[in-house]
């Protein structure tokens, strides 16, 4: 399964890139299950597991539990804030 991962923000800078294309395996079926899949191959990737960082598919925020198919575009994104 091919993904596009977007790091917005300071995730940008933890994963140090802003975009990534992956190839992977039928194990990451759902947002928390790629979490998993990044941090085995990353340890930068650690970040994206806080409850605070939004996951974003498709350009519709979702759950963690959402499931993924080939060609999503799945987007990180830590909590703003600001006035």
């Not at 890139?17 to 992956?22: L, S």
């Not at 925020?61 to 999503?72: A, E, V």
Request: aromatic share 6%; with cysteine; charged share 30%.
């Amino acid at each position: 399964m091919t993904l596009k991962i977007r790091y917005f923000a300071a995730l940008k800078d933890k994963m140090g890139k802003a975009e990534d294309e992956i190839e992977a395996g039928t194990e990451t079926e759902t947002g928390e299950t790629l979490i998993a899949w990044l941090k085995a191959r990353d340890e930068a990737a650690e970040v994206l597991a806080h409850p605070s960082v939004r996951l974003i598919i498709n350009d519709e925020i979702t759950t963690r539990s959402t499931p993924l198919k080939d060609g999503d575009t799945i987007a990180f994104c830590p909590p703003f804030s600001g006035g």
